[in-house]
């Protein structure tokens, strides 16, 4: 690479710190999701995990799956975000002879991108156009939850969704990786199974990949979810925006599909989430519609859209 490439370098711990900061700043994504756990889930090879920092625009750049040598560059934070894209896209464009991809940017940042020749994907050219996606793993807005409601003593569900049975009774207990280890590998795998079953083109090896980047995380933050003594589910959060708490994995026992746990499990953690101060909750983007309806299922909600951006070959 020319001088750029001074500033790129394999991602280490040390760099959650410049995260954290920039994540704080007044200029930092309206979004959910801005914290190193994000991108400990969307980066999910670490193996060829790099960064680009220059003290001003943090990138991280990660390879996309299906297109050799091609890389994706990941909610870009900091400042001066679109010149130093163009400028690192470029130099990858002109090396790999293949597009760069630059993901969940907001609409802002797309329309400054199209200035320097990115555009939309081309028609049939989404991040994983077998599985059907358009434009990449998320497609529906992510969904932020207002808590104000939930500072109510009374344990109504505030939901949408009124199914499910209302005799299920969960205990909660505050998520510790090193002692819970063992139960979130026995949910997740159910629930990767299970998953599965309904979503057959998914691999999964891919799919236990995504989760295990960032569940086992030791510094997590969370809840663990029992019925007699036995746990059935699992929340991953992890703090984002000042007073915003985001969500990551809600996972369950296939066994309590029917039954609301979901739902449950999701208004117990706001209610606790309130209790620690936080007044929102980042629920994330969904890629199937279901996930999407369930998300905006909890009220006052509001949605924050998130695009994509590509640079082709052919605009040098």
């Known amino acids: 690479m020319p001088s750029l490439s001074r500033f790129v370098a394999p991602v280490s711990y040390e760099d959650r710190a410049i995260v954290d900061f920039l994540c704080r700043e007044p200029t930092a994504p309206d979004s959910?999701?801005?914290?190193?756990?994000?991108?400990?889930?969307?980066?999910?090879?670490?193996?060829?995990?790099?960064?680009?920092?220059?003290?001003?625009?943090?990138?991280?750049?990660?390879?996309?799956?299906?297109?050799?040598?091609?890389?994706?560059?990941?909610?870009?934070?900091g400042t001066n975000i679109p010149e130093t894209l163009s400028r690192l896209a470029r130099i990858y464009v002109q090396k790999t002879k293949q597009p760069v991809a630059v993901k969940n940017i907001s609409l802002q940042q797309f329309r400054e991108l199209q200035g320097f020749g990115f555009s939309d994907y081309k028609a049939n050219d989404g991040w994983q156009i077998s599985l059907g996606y358009r434009y990449d793993d998320e497609q529906y807005e992510?969904?932020?939850?207002?808590?104000?409601?939930?500072?109510?003593?009374?344990?109504?569900?505030?939901?949408?969704?009124?199914?499910?049975?209302?005799?299920?009774?969960?205990?909660?207990?505050?998520?510790?990786?090193s002692s819970h280890r063992r139960d979130l590998e026995r949910i997740l795998e159910m629930w990767v199974a299970f998953y599965l079953t309904r979503n057959p083109k998914e691999n999964v090896d891919h799919m236990l990949g995504v989760y295990r980047s960032f569940v086992f995380e030791p510094a997590n933050q969370g809840w663990v979810f029992r019925v007699d003594r036995n746990t059935v589910g699992f929340i991953v959060t992890a703090p984002g925006l000042p007073f915003t708490l985001d969500f990551y994995a809600a996972l369950y026992d296939p066994a309590f599909r029917n039954r609301g746990i979901s739902t449950k499990m999701y208004e117990m953690a706001f209610r606790l989430a309130v209790q620690k101060g936080y007044m929102y909750a980042g629920l994330g983007g969904s890629e199937v519609k279901s996930l999407f309806d369930f998300k905006r299922s909890f009220k006052p909600h509001r949605l924050i859209k998130r695009t994509h951006a590509i640079l082709y070959p052919k605009v040098q």
């Open 32 to 77: 959910c999701g801005n914290n190193w756990l994000y991108y400990l889930c969307l980066c999910r090879d670490h193996n060829q995990w790099f960064r680009y920092w220059d003290g001003q625009a943090l990138i991280f750049i990660t390879p996309r799956p299906g297109l050799s040598g091609a890389v994706a560059f990941i909610r870009p934070l």
């Open 142 to 177: 992510e969904v932020v939850i207002s808590l104000f409601p939930y500072l109510a003593q009374s344990q109504e569900s505030l939901s949408d969704n009124k199914e499910g049975d209302p005799s299920l009774t969960l205990a909660v207990e505050r998520l510790e990786v």
